[in-house]
């Protein structure tokens, strides 16, 4: 059966098939969304909770404990992590990926409301939940500055116009605020002016309470009209607050007004955090918007949307708000989508340039040209049917697939060329050579798809990343086979000539000349090869335990960030450090990072960060181009270390930011280590030791830990006789202790676009040392104020600023960074391996986020490679109904791995994932070389040949075909391995693999597997020949030609 028959006699029917692939093949393209990877992100959902004046033990407690244990219920739940701090608890929830993120939020509100009964009745709000996606990062940074506004003013336009106005914007997923300086009238009392008129700091919250109100005020009906009655008595400013009287003397007349015993002032709800933006050397305070888009959304189009929405926004704000783009992710995107497309331009080239090398005919070489484009379109139809987006793994999938999508084509190109010169006429030969090759092809194509299969099935996060890169590299190579049988031989019956006696050019002849010599070479090693055939087999069996052996030593990683350009630093001061001496701590590294060269623009928040923490805060570093910087961002995190170190009393943890994050939070650096026991006492006395320990360990940087529980704190113990006695309440303590020094919300005040909180608190000077306590007043059940310290004592301690749990179990986790090219898989080892030579068996350990899921991958990639080669097996069985000649085929194997495994050592390089994914592709690659000569060889056993001669004319007839589609893989992956564009490192292990897998396997796997074939095809005759001695003849060894009627005939 000839399946390119009917293509070849129907020429208009064929080139309307292509036609219309081109057609729906460019309008799939240009619907298809723009991103920078695929959409990867898994069900994960933060809780977060607030009780103003709670200290970390009380919110872990109160609030984290019952809402964790109603969370726990909840079917799919992976992960669960929480925060406890001064005044406020976040839990975040991470939910297998089959979940539907909707659905878990049904099931987290559900499980909020069965806690609420459980909660702290005095909680302003109920506890709040947001769908996030740990994986995506913002696309874009928005900075508002003024020179003369109040800040509040500032974050109001933020907040309430941009950020509202943004949020619409189709594709947009959320609004971020760093630095929120939303509006409050703070309230700060005075408390000896306080006690000097007898009132108390509960009587002055519900004067105020009192005072602000906004309620319902009815409707006049009258007998023709209906009047709303309106009767505002809110208070807006803080000028509207300072003249309430607070105290009247009827006696007297004398009245107390608020100025009088408190500061009222316009502020913000959290003075205790401020953001800075840095550009050009100098820094501001500022507003900064985080702007995160939608799963699947197209990064370029939102981003494009958000800029036409820009100058309307900012003729809407004063001239005196300035807002500036500190950061578009769209950039970098569009960069690095441009550099694959030129890299994807250059493997066209290459591979055009290796066609013509060998065929030296325009006209022959026009044939795969016109192929290679017609199956990358055809493959954008399948991503737009997929939901795929064009990002840096599709892009890579199609820069790689023309290596591969051309050899099919060239395998039909150069058998017809061959029948032509053979002197056929070009209809009758292409026909021929079809018939003779089409079998070869199918095998080539299923076999190479069969590499993906395992791929397209890998679960967790790193089949998602995958999977995209693996369908869309199959259909390529799919639609590569199609058209191959398709157009190819249709083309060929069209436009080759025998140019044979026709009067060639220098080059021409040069080439010619070139290929005879090397055939005559290749010959005379082959025959060497074939009368030394067990010295090539002790070489094959050494090749594969030196295959194993690199594998099993080679330094491992996990996803590479590259020269991502972007830096995050998360600063941690002393425990206890005042917001002031944190700012100028702070501002010491800003200003290290203002005179690097390497960077555009920065931004730096201090206090309450995304890390939580008060004794620190986080930076953010946007780097310059990568031409337009003399580093790398790995050198400028190394220049930047010793130089922040140098500033005493602050540490800076920076790391290179990854591509995704797969932690579900912000850590202070990429990989974790967590430590959970319900033995706090012994958790926290081995937690610093351990991490003592992995400081010493080679390969590991910036270790530390989330444990912090060495803050100053005050306890005032109640004296609880003298309180009975004098009538005070531990309640009433609480609660004035709360109103002093928690700032506590007292009222709300509502706007029409936003509501703003009422605060009060102790004024900043009576705050500053524990004396200060005595001062304040606690009002008794019969009315009077009776001193602080006349019913209490205070002692001073430590305690936690922050409490983790993993689960339900306290925890500690200790983050570290691997240094440059160490050995991710030698460094979990020896963290393990530490960790159980320091810890006691009542502590718990496992790793986290990045670590966790290399852990999981390297098992998983093991298991892969395993199962690719098993699948390759299946289809080349079924295919030659053979279990013998799918060995023969893959004998190749072992020597494209040692050539990948040496190359990426080589170079300096470690099997990090784009590797991996290379050494699965030369699985898939080098077996093409074994089937063209198998397949040869087969037909020459049914022609009555023997093995050594069968496999010898194989090996000269396919030698040509061999070298060139061997040359335009390897030419095609070239770009990539060379590094061509920006951020070109992280994809440069891939290209190293395929290129040394394939050389090195190229020259040895032409004398090799003819070998193999010799001794397999012996060994299968002697078991014919034992078997026919035991019963009926059976038919001849090997697979006959497609249109033998013994087509079932083989082993």
């Known amino acids: 059966m000839n399946i390119s028959a009917l293509f070849i006699r129907r020429p208009v029917a064929t080139t309307l098939m292509m036609a219309s692939l081109v057609i729906f093949g ?88 069965q806690a609420s009964g459980q909660l702290p009745h005095n909680m302003p709000n109920p506890p709040t939940y947001r769908k996030v996606n740990p994986a995506e990062q913002a696309i874009l940074l928005l ?24 949020s619409e914007v189709d594709g947009v997923a959320q609004v971020n605020v760093y630095g929120a300086q939303t509006y ?52 807006t400013t803080a000028a509207a607050y300072r003249p309430l009287i607070v105290q009247y003397n009827k006696a007297t007349g004398a009245v107390v007004r608020l100025d009088q015993v408190a500061h009222v002032i316009n502020s913000v709800v959290d003075d205790k955090m401020e953001a800075w933006y840095y550009a050009h050397g100098k820094g501001s305070r500022a507003v900064i918007l985080a702007i995160q888009k939608q799963p699947a959304a197209n990064t370029i189009q939102v981003v494009d949307d958000i800029e036409k929405l820009l100058p309307k926004l900012r003729a809407s704000i004063p001239a005196s708000v300035t807002l500036t783009t500190m950061y578009d992710k769209s950039l970098d995107i569009r960069a690095g989508v441009a550099d694959v497309k030129l890299t994807l331009g250059l493997a066209l080239i290459l591979v055009t340039l290796v066609i013509f090398g060998f065929l030296k005919s325009i006209r ?57 010169e053979m002197g056929e006429p070009p209809m009758q030969a292409t026909l021929n050579a079809s018939r003779e090759i089409g079998f070869t092809i199918i095998s080539m194509t299923l076999s190479l798809v069969a590499v993906f299969i395992p791929i397209i099935f890998l679960g967790g996060i790193i089949g998602r990343l995958l999977n995209e890169f693996a369908i869309t590299l199959a259909a390529a190579i799919l639609f590569s086979g199609a058209i191959s049988l398709t157009l190819t031989p249709m083309l060929c019956s069209r436009i080759l000539r025998d140019e044979r006696h026709r009067r060639h050019n220098l080059l021409y002849r040069f080439m010619e000349s070139l290929f005879d010599r090397s055939l005559k070479i290749y010959l005379w090693l082959l025959r060497g090869m074939l009368k030394a055939r067990l010295l090539v087999a002790i070489l094959a069996i050494a090749t594969l335990w030196l295959t194993l052996h690199l594998l099993a030593t080679i330094p491992e990683g996990f996803i590479p960030a590259g020269d991502s350009g972007h830096i995050l630093v998360a600063t941690q001061a002393a425990e206890g450090i005042s917001f002031g001496s944190l700012v100028k701590h702070q501002q010491a590294l800003a200003k290290m990072v203002g005179n690097n060269p390497n960077v555009e623009n920065f931004m730096s928040l201090a206090g309450g960060g995304p890390f939580g923490a008060t004794n620190g805060g986080d930076m953010f570093f946007h780097l310059k181009p990568a031409g337009d910087r003399p580093l790398t961002t790995d050198q400028v995190i190394s ?57 010493k360990l080679p390969g590991l940087e910036e270790v530390n830990n989330d444990l912090l529980i060495k803050t100053p704190q005050v306890n005032i113990v109640p004296d609880d006789n003298r309180a009975q006695i004098l009538g005070v309440s531990h309640q009433a303590i609480e609660d004035a202790l709360g109103l002093a020094y928690g700032q506590e919300q007292i009222s709300t005040i509502y706007d029409p676009q936003a509501q703003y909180e009422v605060i009060m608190e102790a004024e900043a000077k009576y705050q500053r040392n524990p004396e200060d306590l005595s001062l304040l007043y606690v009002t008794s059940a019969t009315g009077q104020l009776v001193p602080l310290n006349a019913v209490t004592h205070v002692t001073k301690s430590v305690g936690p600023l922050m409490i983790n749990q993993t689960g339900i179990f306290p925890s500690v986790t200790i983050s570290f960074n691997v240094a440059f090219n160490y050995s991710l898989s030698k ?49 080349l069985g079924i295919l030659y109904e053979s279990f013998i000649h799918p060995i023969t085929i893959l004998t190749a194997l072992p020597f494209a791995g040692l050539g990948a495994l040496l190359t990426l050592m080589i170079f300096g390089n470690i099997l990090d994932l784009y590797a991996f994914v290379g050494v699965i592709m030369l699985i898939g690659l080098v077996k093409k070389n074994g089937i063209m000569m198998v397949d040869f060889a087969i037909v020459e056993r049914d022609k009555g040949a023997s093995p050594v001669d069968a496999i ?44 040394g897998g394939l050389l090195f396997s190229q020259f040895l796997t032409l004398l090799v597997t003819p070998v193999f074939y010799v001794y397999l095809e012996e060994f299968q005759t002697w078991l014919k020949s034992r078997r026919h001695r035991r019963g009926p003849p059976v038919p001849p060894a090997g697979l006959p030609n497609a249109d033998s009627p013994a087509l079932a005939a083989g082993t």
């Open 26 to 113: 460019v309008m799939a393209y240009w619907q298809l969304p723009v991103s920078d990877l695929p959409d990867v992100g898994f069900p994960t959902i933060v809780v977060s909770a607030s009780l103003p004046g709670a200290n970390p033990d009380t919110m872990a407690s109160s609030v984290a404990t019952p809402l964790e244990k109603q969370f726990t219920q909840i079917a799919g739940l992976q992960a669960m992590t929480s925060q406890s701090s001064q005044g406020s608890t976040s839990i975040t929830l991470t939910f297998a990926l089959r979940r539907n993120i909707n659905n878990c939020a049904q099931d987290v509100q559900a499980a909020i409301s």
């Open 143 to 166: 900075v508002l500055e003024s020179k003369t506004l109040p800040m509040y003013t500032v974050d109001d336009y933020a907040e309430n116009l941009l950020g509202d106005s943004i």
């Open 184 to 235: 409050a009238v703070r309230i700060e009392v005075n408390p000896k002016a306080l006690a000097a008129r007898g009132i108390g700091v509960d009587q002055l919250m519900q004067t105020i309470q009192a005072a602000n109100v906004d309620q319902p005020t009815g409707t006049l009906w009258g007998v023709h009209k209906a009047y709303q009655v309106y009767s505002n008595g809110q208070l």
């Open 364 to 420: 022959a070489t026009m044939i795969p040209v016109v192929a290679m484009p017609l199956a990358i379109v055809g493959t954008f139809t399948v991503m737009y049917e997929m939901h795929f987006t064009i990002d840096y793994f599709s892009l890579l999938a199609i820069t790689l697939a023309v290596g591969f999508i051309v050899d099919d084509a060239v395998v039909m190109l150069e058998n017809s060329y061959r029948h032509i």
């Open 639 to 695: 220049e930047l270390r010793p130089e922040f170190a140098r500033v005493v009393g602050i540490k800076a943890f920076l790391q290179n930011i990854p591509p995704i994050n797969v932690n579900g939070k912000l850590t202070k650096a990429e990989y974790q280590f967590t430590l959970m026991s319900p033995d706090t006492a012994a958790l926290y006395k081995y937690a610093p030791m351990l991490t003592d320990q992995l400081r």
């Open 827 to 875: 460094a979990v080892d020896e963290i393990q391996k530490t960790a159980k030579a320091t810890l006691p068996p009542q502590i718990i350990t496992q790793f986290q986020g990045a670590a966790q899921l290399f852990k999981e991958a390297v098992i998983n990639m093991g298991i892969l490679l395993l199962v690719a080669v098993v699948v390759i097996y299946i289809v």
């Open 952 to 995: 010898y004319r194989a090996c000269s007839v396919r030698f040509r075909p061999i070298m060139m589609t061997t040359m335009a893989a390897l030419l095609g992956t070239l770009p990539i391995a060379i590094g061509i564009g920006a951020d070109s490192e992280t994809r440069r292990p891939l290209g190293l693999a395929v290129v």
